[in-house]
């Protein structure tokens, strides 16, 4: 059974584990291998992720399986200004072996939901079809590329 909640404190450390094996999943072949192969559990990445878990601006939000955490997204106000979005999904992850089971649908509700609907945007690679096709199918509308 899928349950969505507010994440913990405690949920830091599954939440940067989540990180470390979907970054390596999704982005195998759209990202250099030393750069994915480097990306291990460290406390500064708990760290990191226990203070956006405090800040009162952020969203953070896991998902649980039959009482494991499976997924995660974070979220809050804009890294960037600008004039149509109020809000940015910064990271959006669930375990390979849960995905396709409705638990990254049930995360993007909570997460619609808890901004009120209000308009919310995140970045993807261009060539990371499988994250563009899961936010075009719940909603999502392809922007022009970000470019800095």
Request: aromatic share 14%; charged share 25%; net charge neutral.
């Amino acid at each position: 059974m899928i349950h969505i909640r507010k994440a913990t404190l405690s949920d830091a450390k599954n939440i940067a584990i989540i990180n470390i094996i979907t970054w390596k999943d999704a982005y195998k072949g759209l990202l250099p291998d030393d750069f994915l192969a480097n990306r291990n559990l460290s406390e500064e990445r708990i760290e990191y992720i226990k203070n956006l878990i405090e800040n009162p601006t952020d969203i953070c939000i896991v998902a649980e399986f039959d009482n494991q955490i499976v997924g995660f997204c974070i979220g809050g106000l804009p890294r960037q200004y600008n004039d149509i979005f109020e809000f940015e999904l910064r990271a959006f992850y669930v375990l390979p072996d849960y995905q396709r089971k409705g638990i990254g649908k049930a995360l993007f509700n909570k997460f619609k939901e808890i901004v009120s609907g209000k308009p919310f945007y995140l970045y993807a690679l261009s060539a990371n079809k499988k994250a563009i096709d899961f936010y075009t199918q719940n909603g999502g509308i392809i922007m022009p590329e970000y470019t800095q």
